[in-house]
């Protein structure tokens, strides 16, 4: 990315009053920001750089920043000249766009691949409903967003309570999964919970709350054994150490 164009070498003196306004390419703003000689202090003060000025004294001015960088402009002992363009990004005309725009269409079979796997492996079933939309997403005929609305939509008005949980758990599964938020911490765990069943009962699923009492659930994958959950009181203390334990994992892998 371009972030600076030094001024070329001249041997005839500019005129500072040929020079002198501040010449701001609508096309580019807010990309580009043409710094031009003699505006000192005006100039600085109408860029909001921070308190970088640009001293009519000869001595060295601070050094400008790209705030969108986080990085500084060369050191050295330069003049107004030697800033002739700073920039924060390109210079193409691409716009902003949704993300969920570019995603290929064998990512987003692996996306409900995955939401009614985890289904599965808890004896939960989806609709043909759930299916049918989850086809319209997959081949671009709907967004994620519309498959929601309507799968959370068919649940209001019909009396499916066999594949509500799987339908209504699996449409927020790959919306997290469209979405990537996702981030190595506690709460995250609890985030991801709370948004997964926010569309059922909260009385029964809790969402986003812990347990009042420790609990077993029995796996047939398991041979009847249940994992080991761990007891309220050290929630806290088993989360992290858990997560702690995960993260020297993807160092050492990363």
């Given at each position: 990315m371009h972030k600076m164009a030094h001024?070329?070498?001249?041997?005839?003196?500019?005129?500072?009053?040929?020079?002198?306004?501040?010449?701001?390419?609508?096309?580019?703003?807010?990309?580009?920001?043409?710094?031009?000689?003699?505006?000192?202090?005006?100039?600085?003060?109408?860029?909001?750089l921070a308190g970088n000025k640009f001293p009519e004294n000869g001595k060295q001015p601070h050094r400008p920043q790209d705030k969108t960088l986080g990085k500084r402009l060369p050191a050295g002992n330069p003049s107004e000249k030697d800033y002739q363009t700073v920039t924060a990004d390109s210079f193409d005309n691409f716009e902003y766009e949704p993300a969920t725009q570019?995603?290929?269409e064998a990512k987003k079979n692996h996306?409900?691949?995955v939401a009614t796997g985890l289904q599965a492996v808890d004896g939960l079933e989806t609709s043909g409903y759930l299916r049918e939309n989850a086809r319209a997403y997959i081949s671009g005929e709907k967004t994620l967003a519309e498959t929601g609305s309507l799968i959370r939509e068919y649940h209001r008005q019909n009396n499916d309570a066999e594949h509500a949980e799987a339908d209504l758990v699996?449409?927020?599964?790959?919306?997290?999964?469209?979405?990537?938020a996702f981030f190595l911490a506690p709460e995250m765990l609890v985030r991801i919970h709370e948004y997964l069943f926010q569309d059922l009962d909260p009385a029964v699923y809790r969402p986003g709350r812990f347990k009042h009492e420790r609990m077993i659930k029995r796996e047939e994958i398991l041979n009847g054994d249940s994992v080991l959950y761990a007891d309220p009181l050290a929630y806290e203390?088993?989360?992290k150490g858990?997560?702690?334990?995960?993260?020297?994992v993807c160092v050492t892998r990363g």
């Open positions: 001024s070329e070498n001249s041997s005839q003196a500019e005129n500072p009053e040929e020079r002198s306004s501040f010449q701001q390419p609508a096309a580019l703003y807010p990309k580009r920001v043409t710094i031009e000689p003699g505006m000192g202090y005006a100039l600085s003060a109408q860029l909001k570019f995603i290929p996306y409900w691949a699996s449409q927020r599964i790959a919306e997290l999964l469209e979405k990537g203390m088993s989360l858990a997560f702690s334990e995960a993260s020297v």
